[in-house]
């Protein structure tokens, strides 16, 4: 089973250190972590080290037995697919075109009518599929997110990087993008990392919780393990509880201390 693991990550930007000494345990295929942790405390940059954007100052990421550093650039981006938090594309391209860019980047440009059918079925995935010939110039930042969500299902990676995607979403579009995230690791054996800043999704959807702080892991386990330790009051600063719901998951309730 090739599992994602890092260890002794370090990161800064000039001479501001972001990450220092920072290491996850090996995540396994078919899953999905959760990144928390509140601003700055370097969950963007941690995702772009993963992604090969920013290069660590020491430490390695390792996908099995492959130190993802030593990949030629082209194999990085195949095996490693990186939602970052913003979307940007040309306005004059539609929807579709920008969902059939990113399925074609690492595989040609000739267009068959397969790849006609996959950016379909991404769309539809991403509950966006009334949007495809919008001009994305047109559209809502929680649209642009929903496209950004799309873009990413199309890619067929080993590691899945989604930085925020619920963030500019209603509530029906983050439980619908958390569901679909997580249930396409599932049915791709792939692993999956999202960083959240609401711990109730986290608790909701994530296999595991990886709490950033600080710039480094303070916290890491089951949504239960981690939500419960005293790590997770200390870094947001405030007071938390957690209770079950109906549904026997946790809920995760905050007060200013």
């Not at 260890?7 to 250190?17: M, Q, V």
């Not at 963007?44 to 099995?64: D, K, Y």
């Not at 209603?170 to 791709?188: E, F």
Request: charged share 20%.
């Amino acid at each position: 089973m090739t599992k994602l693991k890092a260890k002794g990550l370090s990161f800064s930007y000039g001479k501001h250190k972001v990450l220092s000494d920072v290491g996850f345990a090996p995540i396994a295929p078919g899953t999905l972590t959760a990144l928390i942790g509140p601003n700055a405390a370097g969950k963007s940059t941690l995702f772009r080290l993963i992604a090969g954007l920013l290069r660590s100052e020491t430490g390695a990421v390792h996908l099995g037995e492959t130190d993802l550093a030593s990949l030629p650039t082209r194999e990085r981006l195949k095996r490693v697919c990186f939602m970052p938090q913003f979307f940007t594309a040309n306005a004059a391209l539609t929807v579709f075109d920008v969902v059939m860019m990113a399925h074609k980047q690492l595989r040609g440009w000739r267009v068959s009518e397969a790849d006609m059918r996959a950016v379909g079925q991404a769309l539809d995935l991403a509950g966006i599929g009334h949007l495809a010939e919008a001009y994305v110039s047109e559209l809502s930042g929680g649209q642009s997110q929903m496209v950004s969500v799309a873009q990413a299902l199309i890619r067929k990676s080993d590691v899945y990087l989604f930085d925020e995607p619920t963030s500019a979403l209603d509530l029906r579009h983050q439980l619908q993008v958390l569901s679909q995230i997580k249930s396409a690791m599932a049915a791709r054996g792939a692993i999956g990392m999202v960083a959240l800043h609401d711990l109730n999704l986290a608790a909701r959807f994530a296999d595991h919780l990886v709490l950033i702080g600080q710039g480094r892991v303070l916290a890491q386990g089951s949504p239960d393990e981690v939500l419960r330790s005293a790590a997770i009051s200390e870094t947001y600063g405030v007071d938390i509880e957690i209770s079950t719901g109906p549904r026997e998951d946790l809920l995760v309730h905050a007060y200013a201390s």
